[in-house]
């Protein structure tokens, strides 16, 4: 197959692919290309473009969705936790992939916040509490005790059985 990709090495045109395989997620095509002119091999990768979905701010402003902002927020609520990088980079490849599902070209910024405690909340319940505390601008120690006593309540409601099937009666 000719191809219309540039040789990094020589800038030559025309390509032929040696291998096409699909990404470990399925988002993406990997192809292996060899220039025809020089015989230099590389990879390339195709990938769905997506249209730029814009944040609503609070303040109504607007701004790209930046992936890398909310991977920031969610590190800083885990610094010093035993929460692997691998953890966070899923857990944010999965909120952008959610908010590109339901949302065509604007989201507000307290979705993505939503997201972002859901997601802390299945990892670390201290980065879970950290973020939350930041989130909704806790004023007061007050406000983490209500946060702790709602999850535990939570927690011994769906750690024990009999509770569980109570509850979800």
Known sequence: MLCGMRCVQCGYLEDKVIDT??????NCIRRRRECLRCGY?????????RTELRVVKRDNLHEALNREKI???????????PVSMEQLDT?????????????QREVPSSIIGMKVI??????????????????RQFQNVDEFIDLIRRME?????????????LSLN
């Not at 991977?71 to 936790?81: D, N, S, T, V, Y």
């Open 153 to 165: 309540r939570t927690s011994r409601i769906f750690n024990d059985p009999l509770q569980r099937t």
């Open 118 to 135: 859901e997601k802390l909340q299945t990892i670390d319940p201290v980065a879970y509490i950290r973020y939350v505390s930041v989130y």
């Open 21 to 26: 395989r699909m990404s470990k997620e399925g």
């Open 71 to 81: 991977l920031r927020g969610m590190i800083k609520a885990c610094e010093k936790r």
């Open 41 to 49: 091999r590389y990879t390339t990768y195709e990938q769905i473009e």
């Open 91 to 103: 857990a944010a490849d999965d909120i952008i992939a959610e908010l590109h599902r339901d949302h």
